[in-house]
């Protein structure tokens, strides 16, 4: 068995690296800092990090099962690509980026609501002990960590800020010259009445609601985490040309930054979900279910999801933008046609 520590205290999991220089763009406080030799290092990892790595060791020894993974091929690459980004900007139509790069942004604020879910005591949902797992630490400062990271903590920004300052930094400050209301409103956020839809269950009746919602949301959650590569692999390549866009560099390496800070994300997301799937689940009436079946029902409804209805709506959001920013410029129509002749083949 693993000698490593399992069991960690909320401050521990929220505690950071001693720092030798801190992360600051633009006369803002990132979190995260660079050690000795001038590398990043992310926030909040001190022992979250190697907690991680103990539960998956842990998991691994007691239940003789693999970690779930999904391939970050299971998605298309980002739309638009960096040829159609390119051409946007060397057209002298950036907005549609500029938009991108706040929906992204925005979307990273909207993350720190993870940090609202209230787990509780875990262990009434399971047959089997979660002592010592990533499960028991939900509420306990795996959720609160995710949180901060997102949207910032106190005095420090998080990744909401953090992509602002790559699009602030690359276009030189253009929030002025768009409308970001108005531009998030086209682009479907924000929208009253989003929230109130009612929930649509997929697990047994007796199965607590909450721990739906939280098994479901984790899901979710980890899918756009992993998908989010795409992204940052898309937005790293463009910035990082000094003939594109200003900065030197500097956007693409906050970009890096937020890549490095989100891999904690993704494992304690598959690590809890992987304790859920393995473990045998209570229902209220006491009725047992296989925590692989309940895993396993949210997780093919999820994948649908987000490779349906949710890539649809991005799609339909990235090139409403295109189409109205395209169309306020001298020569758009062609710029237009360009840019859905660049296309990737599955997104032509």
Not at 9 to 24: G, N, Q, R, V
Not at 139 to 160: P, T
């Amino acid at each position: 068995m693993t000698t490593a520590q399992v069991t960690f205290t909320e401050a521990e999991l929220l505690e950071d690296h001693t720092m030798a220089e801190p992360l600051i763009e633009g006369g803002v406080r990132c979190h995260g800092g660079f050690d000795d030799e001038g590398e990043y290092v992310s926030p909040r990892t001190k022992h979250r990090v190697p907690a991680i790595e103990a539960w998956q060791a842990q998991h691994t020894e007691l239940f003789g099962t693999q970690m779930l993974h999904v391939p970050l091929d299971t998605w298309p690459a980002h739309m638009p690509n960096v040829a159609q980004a390119r051409h946007l900007i060397t057209a002298g139509v950036p907005e549609p980026l500029i938009a991108t790069l706040t929906r992204i942004g925005t979307v990273e604020g909207f993350g720190a609501n993870i940090r609202l879910l209230q787990p509780g005591d875990m262990q009434r949902h399971f047959d089997e002990d979660i002592r010592g797992t990533a499960i028991d630490h939900l509420g306990k400062g795996l959720f609160e960590a995710h949180g901060r990271d997102e949207a910032g903590w106190e005095e420090e920004a998080g990744h909401k800020d953090m992509w602002f300052a790559a699009r602030d930094v690359a276009f030189e400050s253009p929030t002025a010259k768009v409308d970001i209301d108005a531009m998030l409103a086209r682009m479907g956020f924000g929208q009253p009445g989003a929230a109130s839809a009612p929930v649509e269950r997929a697990l047994p009746d007796d199965i607590d609601l909450n721990l739906e919602l939280i098994a479901n949301l984790m899901i979710r959650v980890l899918f756009i985490e992993v998908q989010a590569f795409h992204t940052f692999a898309w937005a790293e390549t463009w910035l990082s040309d000094t003939h594109l866009v200003a900065g030197d560099g500097r956007a693409a390496d906050l970009v890096a930054y937020i890549r490095a800070d989100e891999t904690p994300h993704v494992d304690y997301l598959k690590t809890a979900l992987t304790e859920m799937r393995d473990r045998t689940w209570v229902g209220a009436s006491g009725k047992k279910h296989k925590g692989i079946e309940m895993i396993g029902t949210l997780w093919d409804r999820g994948l649908e999801q987000s490779l349906g209805a949710g890539r649809a709506q991005t799609r339909a959001a990235v090139l409403g933008e295109v189409e109205h920013w395209c169309l306020q410029h001298e020569g758009g129509a062609d710029t237009l046609a360009e840019f859905h002749a660049l296309a990737d083949a599955d997104a032509a």
